[in-house]
Nanobody
Framework: QVQVTESGGGLVQAGGSLRLSCAASGRTFDLFAMSWFRQSPGKEREKVATIDYSGDGSDNWTSYAESVKGRFTISRDGAKNTVYLQMSSLKPEDTAVYYC????????????????WGRGTQVTVSS
């Protein structure tokens, strides 16, 4: 099992910045990616950013949703098993509960990968 814990949410004014943290613990040696998702009331959960989980975190593949490209940066500290989401130039439409997810390699080639979710952290951007 993998435990995922988010922190760093809060209230910020439009144009401001916030950094979210996601700490993974437990069986982390089989993780291959971690992602941030967000969900606002009445909307489906959407993927915001993903980072691969190889190496020490100094050079990892990343991807972003179009809506956050150029404003959000995902990074990883391999020594701390922690992934960060630096959010800048925040907009009211970024208001949502942000969830962290950890993806684990399957135990065999016939099984799907496992995804472990955190409980989420609220981000509110005021106009």
């Amino acid at each position: 099992q993998v435990q995922v814990t988010e922190s760093g949410g809060g209230l910020v004014q439009a144009g401001g910045s916030l950094r979210l943290s996601c700490a993974a613990s437990g069986r982390t040696f089989d993780l291959f990616a971690m992602s941030w998702f967000r969900q606002s009331p009445g909307k489906e959960r959407e993927k915001v950013a993903t980072i691969d989980y190889s190496g020490d975190g100094s050079d990892n593949w990343t991807s972003y949703a179009e809506s956050v490209k150029g404003r959000f940066t995902i990074s990883r500290d391999g020594a701390k098993n922690t992934v960060y989401l630096q959010m800048s130039s925040l907009k009211p439409e970024d208001t949502a509960v942000y969830y962290c997810a950890a993806d684990e390699y399957p135990p065999d080639t016939e099984s799907p990968p496992s995804r472990f979710w955190g409980r989420g952290t609220q981000v509110t951007v005021s106009s």
